[in-house]
């Protein structure tokens, strides 16, 4: 007699979780593609101006790492729209409050813009005053000057995406990425070359880049808004139309939620930067080595990226409808799926390292040996360091699903500058280890963040997930 009703329940469980990996799935895969078409755009730019001169790619590396950080903290507010967003959705609340959130977002994406821009005037003096060589600062600056302006543009982009992963339409997102991947690349190589000559336009050289990425993201956010005005669904939700008035207790809900957000994901970078600058101290082989399992591994994390950003719209709609097993689940799945993929990716990691390795340096070079020795080296170290840091940030956009940052800034800071920095520093200047020792601590300093991220979820799972 209890043979029925155990099947019963075997097939209930089933269906629920078969219906969460694919509406995570449908929600996560236009983002990975969205996310990676982003990181191609800065990739162009550098292509480009590594065309024009090593100089200008100098100028433009050193600019971009210096906006970079102000950028990041800018979408780690912004992107608090998400959560917040899908909390109202998932609780049933109006298209007034859901519009009303929107234009917290997109107010302070402008905000940021305007502080950044202030303080980018004065980027060539404070590149000098670190002891930056004086043609490489002044040209990041003239970089700078059409770069900057894109920020702002990129930001509402952001706050756009945010809205419509919330809603569960990602795809506009991907659509803008793609074709603005396209875009950028022709609007560098006529910006810096001159190649609209024909109509009037010079060689801008190094500021050209600047200003065609400036150009696509203002085309990424006006294909967003096209796609709220085409879509019946958002034309009716009016998300974006003007006036955008501040509501102070939405603004700070935001701000609250976001603000750490964005100071994670830069704690995070800035291991990653600071570990960069060790590996020049090292060697010219470190570095190289270094740089090309970087990429690579930043490659892959867009998967667990994206898949995340999708849980924290999942597990966010069902914490505003009070579903706490809804939640877990959601979390779960999302989980779940980045685990299958990180072992996939360490597999593929350990299993053809010189495959992996072939696209950045020629690998049968005698040149090139050490550095693609070093290279494979770490890159065994990058499979477990996937593991880990596919699972810091599912775990992360999870709890932020649940309006939880606070506690989540504070393991980053811990896991990666109070524990992984130092023992990444001490094993590659004190130990024969050198960079492999410092791929080491910065593996150590994403476990640890890991480990207290997944304690953090499972202790607000056994609460019921308390607002």
Request: charged share 10%.
């Amino acid at each position: 007699m209890s043979a029925a009703p155990q099947s019963q329940r075997a097939s209930t469980a089933s269906n629920w979780l078969w219906r969460e990996l694919g509406a995570t799935l449908a929600l996560g895969w236009p983002i990975i593609l969205a996310n990676i078409a982003i990181n191609v755009m800065t990739a162009t730019d550098f292509m480009m101006l590594g065309r024009l001169s090593p100089h200008a790619l100098a100028a433009g590396s050193v600019g971009f790492f210096l906006y970079q950080p102000l950028f990041l903290l800018g979408i780690g507010v912004v992107a608090a729209l998400s959560p917040i967003a899908a909390a109202k959705i998932g609780g049933g609340q109006s298209p007034a409050a859901l519009r009303r959130a929107t234009h917290q977002a997109l107010i302070s994406a402008v905000f940021v813009a305007v502080v950044v821009w202030i303080v980018l005037t004065w980027a060539t003096p404070f590149l000098l005053a670190i002891g930056e060589p004086a043609d490489v600062a002044r040209d990041a600056g003239v970089y700078l000057r059409g770069f900057q302006w894109g920020l702002a543009p990129s930001l509402l982009f952001f706050a756009a995406r945010s809205a419509f992963a919330a809603l569960e339409r990602p795809r506009p997102a991907l659509v803008a990425g793609l074709v603005a991947v396209a875009f950028n690349a022709l609007a560098n190589y006529a910006l810096i070359f001159g190649k609209l000559g024909k109509l009037g336009m010079p060689a801008l050289g190094i500021i050209g880049s600047g200003l065609a990425t400036t150009l696509s993201q203002a085309l990424m956010f006006a294909i967003l808004m096209a796609a709220a005005l085409i879509d019946p669904r958002m034309r009716k939700l009016r998300l974006f139309a003007l006036p955008w008035r501040p509501a102070g207790a939405e603004l700070a809900a935001l701000w609250r939620l976001g603000l750490p957000i964005g100071v994670m994901i830069v704690a995070e970078v800035g291991v990653f930067a600071a570990a960069t600058l060790v590996m020049g101290i090292i060697s010219q082989t470190a570095i190289e080595a270094h740089t090309i399992a970087l990429q690579i591994a930043s490659l892959a994390f867009m998967v667990p990226l994206g898949l995340g950003q999708a849980a924290t719209v999942r597990v966010g709609r069902a914490y505003g409808a009070g579903d706490c097993q809804a939640i877990s689940r959601a979390g779960w799945s999302a989980f779940g799926l980045t685990a299958i993929f990180a072992v996939l990716s360490a597999a593929a990691m350990i299993g053809a390292p010189r495959l992996l390795v072939a696209p950045f340096i020629d690998v049968s070079a005698p040149a090139n040996a050490d550095s693609v020795e070093l290279a494979v080296g770490l890159l065994k170290i990058a499979a477990l360091f996937q593991i880990f840091d596919a699972s810091q940030a599912t775990l992360a956009n999870m709890l932020r699903g649940v309006h939880d940052s606070r506690i989540p800034l504070i393991i980053a800071l811990i896991g990666y500058w109070a524990i992984g920095a130092p023992v990444g520093v001490a094993l590659g200047f004190a130990t024969p280890l050198g960079a492999v020792g410092v791929w080491i601590g910065l593996a150590l300093g994403l476990a640890v963040v890991a480990i207290l991220l997944m304690s953090r979820w499972l202790n607000k799972e056994r609460r019921g997930f308390p607002v």
